[in-house]
C-alpha cells in the first residue's frame, strides 16, 4: 500500500517568513495529493490539493508543488501569520484506495 | 461548516462499556470513511464505506464495527472499551472514490474518553 512520509514533524517561524513542509510517497500510481490543516481540537480542513498532471498549483499565501519523478510534493506558506499556527497533514490517493495521511507537522507562528 | 454530522461531540464512559458513534454524510456523498486520532498522533483510517457496502478496511480493532444504512447516515460501534480507546474519532464523505474531483471532508469528530 502506500506510504507517506511528512518533514518536518515541527516547524517554528517568525511572523512573514516562509514555511515548507515536505512530504514523499511510495506509491507511483497515486494521483491526488492533498493538504490538510487541522487547528487545536478541531476537525481537519481541505486547504489546497494538486492532481498528478499538474506540477504547482497556488492559492493566495499558499502553494503546492509536485516532483512526479522524485515522487514527492510540498507545501509552501508564504508571509506567514499567527492564524498559519496549526498541524499540516500532506496525503496521498491511488485513486481506488484511501487516502494515506502524512504524520503530520505542527507549524508554529511567532509574532 | 463542512456538511459532514457527527454525533455525539462528546462521549465519556468507563472502561468494558459499548458506545456507538453516528454520522451523516454531506449531502450526495456516497462514501463514508472513519478516522481515529489519538493525542499526538496522526489519522488512522479504521474503515470506508460505500453506498451501504464496505469498501475499505484499515487498522480496525475486532472490537470495532462499523454499517452505512440505506439513508447513507454511519454508525461506528467500539466494545470492551479499554483505557488507550480514548481519542478523537473523526468520520468524513467524499462523492465517490477520493479524487480532485472528489475531495475528502471532515465532520467535527467526537471525542471519546473512557476513565
Redesign the interface.
Known amino acids: 500500500g502506500e506510504n507517506v512520509e511528512q518533514h518536518p514533524s515541527t516547524l517554528s517561524v517568525q511572523e512573514g517568513d516562509s514555511a515548507v513542509i515536505k512530504c514523499t510517497y511510495s506509491d507511483s500510481a497515486s ?2 495529493f ?1 493538504w ?1 490543516k487541522q487547528e487545536l481540537g ?5 486547504i489546497i ?3 498528478s498532471n499538474v506540477g504547482e498549483k497556488k492559492d493566495q499565501r499558499i502553494a503546492v508543488t509536485l516532483n512526479k519523478t522524485a515522487k514527492h510534493f510540498s507545501l509552501h506558506i508564504t508571509e506567514t501569520q499567527p492564524e498559519d499556527s496549526a498541524v499540516y ?1 500532506c496525503a496521498a ?1 491511488p ?10 507537522t505542527m507549524l508554529l507562528v511567532s509574532p | 461548516d ?1 456538511g459532514v454530522t457527527q454525533t455525539p461531540k462528546h462521549l465519556i464512559t468507563a472502561t468494558g462499556q459499548r458506545v456507538t458513534l453516528r454520522c451523516s454524510p454531506r449531502s450526495g456523498d456516497l462514501s463514508v ?1 472513519w478516522y481515529q486520532q489519538s493525542l499526538d498522533q ?2 488512522q ?1 479504521l474503515i ?1 464505506y460505500y453506498n451501504g457496502e464496505e469498501r ?1 478496511k ?1 487498522n480496525i480493532l475486532e472490537r470495532f464495527s462499523a454499517q452505512q444504512f440505506p439513508d447513507l447516515h454511519s454508525e461506528l460501534n467500539l466494545s470492551s472499551l479499554e483505557l488507550g480507546d480514548s481519542a478523537l474519532y ?1 468520520c468524513a464523505s467524499s462523492e465517490g ?4 474531483n472528489s ?7 467526537t471525542r471519546l474518553t473512557v476513565t
Request: no cysteine.
Open positions: 494521483n491526488y492533498p490538510y478541531k476537525r481537519p480542513q481541505l490539493d494538486i492532481r497533514f490517493s485513486g481506488y484506495s484511501t487516502l494515506t495521511f502524512g504524520k503530520g | 463542512s470513511y496522526g489519522l483510517f470506508q475499505a484499515g473523526f472514490q477520493i479524487s480532485y475531495p475528502l471532508h471532515f465532520g467535527n469528530g
